[in-house]
């Protein structure tokens, strides 16, 4: 993707090789700045702190982490500790347990003389297949949104509500839910995107409507609250969001809210996909509702809110009354009733046991 019209993907490595450079997504869209990433413990922080967030960025994240604890120790206890340490970042997102099973594989049999490189080199496979991952989803989607196009007669516009932050800032690049939106828009669909704020934290009012206005891709950023009134107006004509954490039966966790945008689609026949990347599925769960654990975050998070003030100065206000205690749940479960259908790098199923295997038919059986 492109900021202010120059090529960038939300996670790289400087030319020398010295650090891995990221986007600090807390201060968007105020401010635009990058960090570097040297060390395992920055890695860690970036990824805890929400510097970097997403579910397949998160991953990606911890790849590089990887590789920075590599530099400075490469031994078989330093890489265990690398593990553990980034493997307790945040809780929800699979994708991070994903991309250290396959750091482990890559680097365990090495000895601690290859590992450096061999890290370097899987933490960037990782970027690169996660690429084509969402490009492959956005081409896939791309078809269901020009369906949804022909279906409403090819008047006005194409109106499609998102929940969060599921583009590229979430990913490498292309992001999973944006990524057919992007490719609609550059296609001449006359799309429109309803955009989630997705309170607390605001995703979708800080980070989608960001990354939409920098396509020059149009949209409206609506409260949380609104999504449901819309669908009975007729204003929504799809929605699309990403995920965490898939079971095996097609339960998706995602971004606290996600459930009540699937349960007022249903009630208004709107369809409801989820953009679904494979290191998204945890094939070891089933019932997501009992088995996905769901983060829970500090309540100043909902008590405290960010913004830039008149005079341009960017500012930190309470909004709850003192002594109030907040809970901060970060992300429900999705079941996979309540979902049209999944859209994979490998195409469309439907949200089920059978669904996923059938796109994925090396896991039936195990
Ligand atoms: O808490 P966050 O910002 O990491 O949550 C992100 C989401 O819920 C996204 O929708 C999800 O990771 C899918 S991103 C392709």
Wanted: proline share 5%; charged share 20%; glycine share 10%.
């Amino acid at each position: 993707m492109k900021v202010h019209g120059k090529p960038m993907r939300s996670i790289w490595v400087e030319p020398d090789g010295a650090a891995a450079g990221v986007i600090d997504q807390t201060r968007l869209p105020h401010a635009f700045t990058t960090v570097r990433l040297t060390t395992l413990d920055e890695a860690a922080h970036a990824i805890r702190s929400m510097l970097v967030r997403g579910a397949p960025l998160i991953g990606a994240t911890a790849a590089y982490g990887v590789w920075l604890a590599m530099r400075a120790d490469a031994s078989d206890g330093a890489l265990e500790k690398a593990l553990t340490v980034l493997r307790g970042t945040r809780p929800t997102a699979v994708n991070l347990h994903w991309a250290l099973d396959e750091m482990r594989r890559a680097l365990a049999p090495l000895p601690a003389s290859g590992r450096v490189a061999a890290a370097l080199r899987r933490a960037g496979e990782i970027c690169d297949e996660d690429v084509a991952i969402n490009r492959a989803i956005g081409e896939h989607a791309l078809k269901l949104f020009e369906a949804a196009w022909e279906k409403k007669g090819r008047k006005g516009r194409l109106n499609v509500l998102t929940h969060c932050n599921a583009g590229w800032l979430a990913t490498v690049d292309w992001g999973t839910a944006l990524a057919p939106i992007y490719l609609a828009h550059d296609a001449g669909l006359p799309v429109h995107v309803w955009v989630d704020e997705t309170r607390p934290r605001n995703q979708g009012a800080v980070l989608t409507a960001w990354e939409l206005g920098q396509h020059g891709v149009p949209h409206t950023v609506i409260a949380d609250n609104v999504g449901g009134h819309l669908m009975q107006h007729g204003e929504v004509d799809l929605c699309i969001v990403g995920t965490d954490r898939t079971t095996a039966h097609g339960d998706v966790a995602n971004k606290i809210g996600t459930y009540l945008k699937a349960l007022a689609a249903k009630d208004n026949g709107v369809p409801f996909y989820v953009a679904l990347p494979s290191p998204t599925i945890d094939w070891t769960l089933k019932d997501g509702v009992r088995e996905i654990p769901i983060e829970q975050r500090e309540g100043t998070e909902l008590s405290d809110v960010t913004g830039r003030l008149r005079s341009g100065e960017i500012a930190t206000v309470r909004i709850t009354p003192d002594g109030s205690p907040a809970a901060n749940y970060a992300f429900d479960v999705t079941p996979a009733r309540l979902v049209t259908a999944l859209v994979t790098e490998r195409g469309v199923c439907p949200a089920s046991e059978e669904g996923l295997l059938s796109l994925f038919p090396e896991r039936r059986g195990k």
